[in-house]
């Protein structure tokens, strides 16, 4: 999907910072990055998860402790990213906090559709106006990213 794994990813989300599209606390860290990938095409790959990183917080953690998430994951559990995954061929989750899952359907050679998928909290319902604009202008018609 896209440019995910590639530096270019990078540069789009820093550039879109720089705009200042929206506004962000100062954040002076420096977050390892990691990347998982399947033997399928599907990859899986985000800032490392740590204390630093302020994706780390957006998310219960305490899935890690269970032995099963343990045995079932390994080792880097307790590195396992706060990312997005991309299920091969076209599928793709966003990161922590944004609530979307997109679809990658070509339609020719130099056409390709991306068809997006908002979920919203059913018992917040005054949070359903600000959580769509955010997708919207972070992913959607409008998005930065």
Known sequence: ???????????????????????????????????????YGHVYGGPEQNPNNPNSAMRDQTWRERPEARRAVGPLID???????????????????????????????QKTEIWWFTFLDKTKPDRHHADLQQAMHTFGPAGML
Do not use: C, I
């Open 1 to 39: 999907a896209d440019n995910v794994w590639d530096f270019y990813h990078t540069v789009t989300h820093v550039s879109a910072s720089m705009s200042g599209w929206r506004k962000l606390p100062v954040q002076n860290v420096v977050s390892p990055n990691m990347a998982f990938l399947g033997e």
């Open 79 to 109: 590195r396992l990213p706060q990312g997005h995954p991309h299920v091969f061929p076209n599928f793709w989750v966003t990161g922590p906090g944004n609530g979307q899952v997109s679809m990658r359907m070509p339609k020719g050679p």
